[in-house]
């Protein structure tokens, strides 16, 4: 990012310092090179905290209608800001000239390399955010693979191999590999397991900490999820993913559990 803005100051000196020395010989007041580079560099260095200005407002604000709502609302201040001060320099190098009318006339330009800068800004930000889902969906495919090892493995020592879950009117035994899923039911916790399902007097925390943390985990305030029966792991527009399970059905992990997720397995 400093890298295209260093880029992007060279690049905008160089051509306005070219025009500006063509405009100055026109009007029989020529300027040469080292001035020339020198007045549009002041020009365009000053537009460097307004770049500022519009990244602190999206990482503090998103990249959504609050931060472009609110790096508009500094635009109103740094616009004319930068048309005064580019007008003074202007009136330092070449002389001369109504004040008020130089700002005037630096006014659209003014406008049209903020709405640049704010352009610019908010790529960076969705670059940056998608990089970094990129990567946390690239830990969770990992957990998964990781997860289905772990289930053909022998399971930690205390964790129980069978669970007594109340089915109907009778109590039968339900390996724990085979559940796919275990949801809070008030006192009780419904566990799913080929296509059927049944209850136990538990609460998802005690099973939490009873179940390896390499197969289940938590991804919903009401659900605990078997990683190795993960079929598919979608990532959503809102940085959430949604979990196909291997029976069809899908639970949606928010941000705050996709980082404990990940978080509990170490990633």
């Known amino acids: 990012m400093w890298a295209f803005t260093g880029y992007s100051w060279l690049a905008t000196t160089l051509c306005a310092a070219w025009f500006a020395r063509r405009s100055a010989a026109g009007r029989g007041a020529p300027v040469d090179v080292a001035a020339s580079l020198l007045w549009q560099g002041a020009i ?11 990244w602190l407002a999206l990482r503090r604000f998103g990249a959504g209608a609050r931060g472009v709502a609110a790096a508009l609302a500094a635009g109103l201040v740094v616009m004319p800001a930068e048309a005064v001060v580019a007008s003074l320099i202007d009136r330092a190098f070449a002389g001369g000239g109504d004040l ?40 969770l495919e990992t957990a998964l693979a990781e997860a289905r090892t772990a289930q053909a493995s022998p399971g930690p020592e205390r964790q129980p191999e069978r669970l007594m879950v109340t089915a109907g009117a009778r109590r ?44 289940f985990a938590r991804v919903h ?35 705050t559990y996709r980082d404990d997720v990940l978080k509990r397995l170490g990633r």
């Open 221 to 255: 305030r009401s659900a605990l999820v078997n990683l190795a029966r993960v079929r598919e792991a979608r990532p959503l527009s809102d940085g959430s993913w949604r979990l196909l399970l291997e029976s069809g059905a899908e639970v949606v992990t928010s941000r």
């Open 44 to 54: 365009y260095a000053a537009w460097l905290p307004a770049a500022g200005i519009v």
């Open 100 to 139: 008020a009318g130089r700002i005037l006339a630096r006014m659209p330009v003014c406008a049209l390399l903020y709405t640049a800068i704010l352009a610019v800004g908010l790529a960076a930000v969705h670059h940056r955010r998608a990089a970094e889902a990129r990567a946390r969906n690239a830990l």
């Open 172 to 215: 039968v035994p339900v390996e724990v590999a085979a559940v796919e899923a275990f949801e809070a039911a008030g006192n009780y916790v419904v566990a799913r397991w080929d296509g059927r399902e049944g209850l136990l007097r538990a609460t998802l925390q005690g099973l939490e900490a009873e179940l390896d943390p390499r197969r």
